[in-house]
């Protein structure tokens, strides 16, 4: 079987990595994305690669740079979309924590991967966020891109944890 070569982006200590581990599904990561320090050097530690692979800030990532991949991981921030936060949304150039996910956008207009995975919380469903969310879909779309989500939760998967996350698999269609 071939690796599947992924992007981790917003990697904190690289939980979908050690799904793809768990499953057996063989990957190579190209690089990884942790601004904060102990996150990232956690992520090095328990997936035994090189602290050198972290880009960092992901502002500071130039797409046309980056390596060939095949799928991206992307957790962007959730505060600003969760109801714990301060709902201030991720509205394109707004510059909230949770806006960082069009920077995820503008790496896959560039390198245009097999496949993306976005996961964050399911209040991006909500009426005051759901725009976003759409405009997010929209762009993939445009891109060639169709996508699929639903809300899971941890529970109902043996972890003992009442933790709903929205994910979002957006795959390439074979015409573009």
Same mark, same amino acid.
């Given at each position: ?5 992924? %992007?981790? %982006?917003?990697?904190?200590?690289? /939980? ?25 050097? &956690?992520? &090095? ?13 992901? !502002? ?14 992307? @957790? ?10 301060? @709902?201030? @949304? ?5 510059? !909230?924590?949770?806006? %960082? ?28 966020? %759901? ?7 929209? /762009? ?37």
């Amino acid at each position: 079987m071939k690796k599947l070569r992924l %992007l981790s %982006l917003f990697s904190g200590i690289g /939980a979908p990595e050690r799904a793809l581990d768990t499953a057996g599904i063989p990957f190579e990561l190209v690089a990884y994305c942790e601004i904060d320090k102990y996150a990232a050097k &956690s992520y &090095s530690l328990l997936h035994h690669v090189p602290e050198s692979m972290n880009l960092g800030d992901i !502002t500071k990532i130039v797409p046309e740079e980056l390596p060939d991949f095949d799928m991206v991981f992307h @957790g962007s921030p959730c505060q600003s979309f969760s109801v714990a936060g301060r @709902g201030e @949304g991720g509205e394109k150039g707004s510059g !909230t924590r949770s806006s %960082l996910l069009w920077n995820t956008v503008e790496i896959v207009k560039v390198k245009k991967p097999k496949f993306v995975l976005w996961e964050n919380v399911p209040n991006v469903l909500s009426p005051k966020h %759901l725009p976003v969310f759409q405009e997010y879909l929209a /762009a993939l779309d445009e891109m060639g891109y169709e996508s699929t989500f639903d809300v899971l939760n941890a529970k109902d998967y043996g972890v003992p944890q009442n933790r709903e996350r929205i994910f979002c698999i957006s795959r390439l269609r074979e015409d573009d």
